[in-house]
């Protein structure tokens, strides 16, 4: 039986996440899969998927950024944004010749910044997703959601070709699809993406990625990361047997009974966007190893900080294993 934890998929041009998912549920033959955030089915890269009670752990990553290399068409605007949409407008005369005007634009896109997203996206409104609507030729209201891009640097910009390359690191629920849709709209001449890779998403980056074809021949196992690979925000707490068992049953934990070896990174810094108060005050807690100086990395689960009762509240246990504390 596999055990539970992430694989960093190297996801293909022309699969979806949920293809992605259905691909590691027939290899494994486990169910409980899921992704960490859609990535559009023609872009490429990082695709983190959770077997298991690793699935958990999805609602803790608000406070992830990812990182995109985007190359933009200028001079064309389609109805989902890329290249492989309806073609709406063709303006190949109007782009800008001038490279620090485009830069500026894309500039402009940067920090807390107001975004609709595309007609062909996974946004549920009352219920249905948004492409579900655009296939059908419904019309539906679509508001803005707020959204942080931390920055935008252009690799390269060709005036002639209209290609426009670029890197992005942002915020979960931001489209970089619709950066380019609203670039172009902002230079008069269209915009769509026309290439998309996902370079890093929170602690997964490209370079530590795994192909389909590569846990066909050697298996998943491999290449399983921990549950608690990406709560990298989180504090790092370290218990004993006796009170790691107390905690694993939903008991609280009095500081005095814990470790600390790391706060968590916005206990007092104003985080990107707007999370959970009790994240920004979240560990994870481990099994401490009472026969070494070295503590063990046996993850027990995830505690929030409450103020009130001065203590630690069990959030969610993974430590399926019970006799780890034995």
């Given at each position: ?5 992430i694989i ?8 979806t996440?949920?293809?992605?998912v259905?691909?590691?549920?027939r ?13 559009d ?6 695709l ?11 609602e ?16 064309i605007?389609t109805d ?14 109007r ?6 005007k485009?830069?500026q634009?894309?500039s402009?896109f940067?920090?807390?910044i ?10 549920r409104?009352n219920?249905?997703r ?6 059908n030729g419904?019309?539906v209201?679509v508001?803005?959601?707020?959204v ?20 992005v690191?942002?915020?979960?629920g ?6 380019c ?5 902002a ?8 290439f ?5 998403s929170g602690a997964f980056?490209l370079?530590?990625?795994v ?8 298996g ?13 925000h989180?504090g ?6 006796d ?6 049953n939903?008991g609280?934990?009095r500081i ?6 790391k ?5 007092n ?8 108060p ?13 026969n ?11 505690a ?8 630690l ?5 993974f430590?399926?294993?019970r006799?780890?504390?034995?």
């Amino acid at each position: 039986m596999i055990r539970d934890g992430i694989i960093n998929l190297l996801k293909p041009a022309g699969m979806t996440s949920h293809d992605g998912v259905s691909m590691l549920r027939r290899l494994t033959g486990i169910k409980r899969i899921g992704h960490t955030g859609t990535l559009d089915p023609m872009a490429v890269g990082v695709l983190p998927l959770c077997i298991g009670s690793a699935a958990r752990i999805t609602e803790y990553l608000d406070l992830d950024l990812k990182q995109y290399r985007c190359e933009m068409q200028l001079g064309i605007e389609t109805d989902t944004q890329d290249i492989w949409g309806e073609v709406l407008t063709h303006m190949p005369d109007r782009i800008p010749q001038e490279k620090n005007k485009i830069e500026q634009v894309l500039s402009s896109f940067q920090g807390l910044i107001s975004q609709y997203p595309p007609n062909y996206s996974a946004v549920r409104v009352n219920g249905k997703r948004l492409y579900e609507y655009a296939r059908n030729g419904e019309q539906v209201e679509v508001k803005p959601r707020e959204v942080y891009v931390k920055n935008i640097t252009v690799v390269h910009c060709n005036t002639t070709t209209g290609k426009v390359l670029f890197d992005v690191t942002c915020s979960k629920g931001t489209y970089i699809r619709a950066i380019c849709h609203d670039t172009g709209r902002a230079l008069g001449c269209g915009a769509a993406m026309s290439f998309l890779v996902r370079t890093a998403s929170g602690a997964f980056d490209l370079n530590h990625t795994v192909t389909i074809e590569e846990m066909k021949i050697n298996g998943v196992e491999p290449y399983l990361l921990e549950p608690d690979f990406p709560l990298v925000h989180f504090g790092k707490g370290f218990v004993h047997k006796d009170r790691g068992k107390w905690f694993a049953n939903g008991g609280h934990l009095r500081i005095s009974e814990v470790t600390i070896s790391k706060e968590p990174t916005y206990l007092n810094v104003k985080p990107h966007i707007e999370v959970r108060p009790e994240y920004r005050e979240a560990y994870n807690i481990y099994l401490a190893d009472e026969n070494s100086q070295n503590n063990s990395q046996v993850f027990i689960g995830v505690a929030f900080y409450h103020s009130e009762e001065k203590k630690l509240v069990a959030d969610k246990i993974f430590a399926n294993d019970r006799s780890i504390f034995d």
